[in-house]
């Protein structure tokens, strides 16, 4: 009897331990830790930390110090900049800005002129970035690229504002930009499952599965997913601008690999 009661006293402590690291978050490595906790982030970008889990991001992407990382429609160059802390000096970041928005922002921040000059701007601190600036489908960096990187806006690539563009044309660039073995991050707004591309114009929102047909037939082999950006409780028919969802919308992320 008293062989059983030690028994069972260890299931429980057993069962206590796994419980509990069950529900801990991972540990980061320290550059991405470093990077998050960088003095040249803005209190603007750490606002959006607890929805955004860069931490993360970083990790599921695979981003390490030294690599070469493209951040592919960096809107206000969130990402780019804790890129920018992972790599550190012997790595590098290209913000690349599709000039096929060049309308769109003229209108949205009143500029005569769109130049990768002005839209450096948001770098300045970060000897580390660069920015190019050409038309999505041409997309190209000056060396081979360990990570491609897109957040929350492959959606928009089939929208009018965006031409619409040629996405079998892009996802070729990208994989041509990619060294053998090197990695493509898709993180997008989730649609209705079966909805294609019904809901980009009107939604903001992509159905995954047609994100995986397009970059797959670019010769691409979809290699990981994660559920960190996951939210049940978003049923995919708001707007993502919309109050109700705003910042919490049902996310994926998908990861595709470049075939040595």
């Known amino acids: 009897m008293r062989h059983w009661k030690l028994a069972l006293g260890a299931a429980a402590l057993l069962a206590t331990v796994v419980s509990a690291n069950a ?3 991972p540990k980061l490595p320290a550059y991405v830790s470093a990077a998050l906790s960088d003095s040249r982030r803005t209190d603007a970008d750490r606002a959006q930390d607890a929805d955004r889990k860069p931490g993360a991001m970083v990790v599921f992407a695979g981003i390490k110090p030294g690599m070469k990382v493209a ?4 809107g206000a160059g969130y990402f780019t900049r804790i890129f920018a802390g992972v790599v550190g000096d012997k790595g590098y970041v290209y ?3 599709p000039s096929n928005l060049d309308g769109y922002i003229k209108k949205r921040f009143n500029v005569a002129d769109v130049t990768a000059k002005w839209l450096s701007k948001p770098y300045e601190a970060y000897k580390n970035v660069g920015v190019l600036h ?7 960096a000056p ?7 897109t957040s929350r806006n492959y959606h928009d690539l089939h ?10 044309q892009v ?5 041509d930009s990619l060294k053998p073995g090197g990695v493509f991050i898709v993180l997008d707004h989730a649609a209705e499952p079966g909805s294609g591309l019904r809901d980009t114009e009107t939604l903001h929102r992509i159905d995954e599965a047609a994100v995986k047909k397009e970059v797959e037939a670019a010769g691409f082999k979809l290699v990981g997913e994660s559920n960190v950006l996951r939210n049940s409780a978003d049923d995919h028919k708001a707007k993502v601008f919309d109050a109700s969802v705003k910042g919490k919308t049902d996310q994926f992320i998908l990861k595709f690999r470049k075939p040595k």
């Open 71 to 74: 951040d592919l429609i960096p």
């Open 171 to 175: 996802n070729k660039a990208v994989y």
């Open 159 to 168: 929208d009018t504002f965006f031409g619409p563009a040629d996405l079998a």
């Open 23 to 25: 529900g801990a978050a």
């Open 134 to 140: 050409a038309p999505v489908e041409k997309f190209v």
């Open 95 to 97: 913000a690349y800005q």
């Open 143 to 149: 060396e081979l690229l360990d990570v491609v990187w």
